[in-house]
């Protein structure tokens, strides 16, 4: 939907250089059109946009949440990073109860939070990935410094706002 609003959670400096470099190892180049990211809502409806702002701000007054990249996920023609956020899954609960009545089936359906590095291919190219993968994977921390909304624009995304989080651990 052209215009909906994605809200995401903003991936540390070194995190995000990593997590990156993988997309753009094993993502198809030709349909590769985002950097990576860590998705909390696919559509919310673009009249929301002042009420999502005040609800990312006061949000944003938490301590940053705990993060782990816990393992991989087989997204059957891609592979993710699966994602461990407990404080981040209660953030996004909240925001979810806020919109009811206004999430897509999609952010309505619940929340496996993850990060994709690759999809959109044959699902032997998706799981020989997976295999090589988890051969080395060690479970790994993951700094979550900001909450981000975008708008979506039938392909790349537009930054509407960052509100990082303020408060101390």
Do not use: C
């Not at 404080?87 to 919109?99: K, V």
């Not at 496996?112 to 590095?117: A, G, K, L, Q």
């Not at 699902?123 to 090589?132: G, N």
């Amino acid at each position: 939907m052209a215009g909906a609003l994605i809200v995401t959670a903003e991936l540390g400096p070194a995190d995000f250089a990593w997590l990156d470099g993988q997309r753009r190892a094993y993502f198809p180049p030709e349909r590769n059109q985002l950097a990576a990211h860590l998705t909390m809502f696919h559509a919310l409806p673009p009249g929301s946009l002042d009420e999502v702002r005040g609800r990312l701000a006061e949000l944003a007054r938490n301590p940053p949440p705990r993060a782990t990249i816990a393992g991989l996920l087989n997204l059957g023609r891609g592979v993710a990073y699966r994602v461990v956020a407990p404080e981040l899954e209660a953030m996004r609960g909240e925001l979810a109860e806020a919109f009811h009545g206004l999430l897509s089936a999609q952010d309505a359906a619940g929340w496996r939070p993850h990060v994709t590095i690759q999809n959109k291919v044959e699902p032997a190219v998706a799981r020989k990935l997976l295999s090589e993968l988890e051969r080395d994977f060690t479970p790994r921390g993951l700094a979550i410094p900001a909450l981000q909304v975008h708008e979506y624009l039938g392909g790349p995304w537009a930054p509407l706002g960052r509100w990082p989080f303020r408060g101390r651990r």
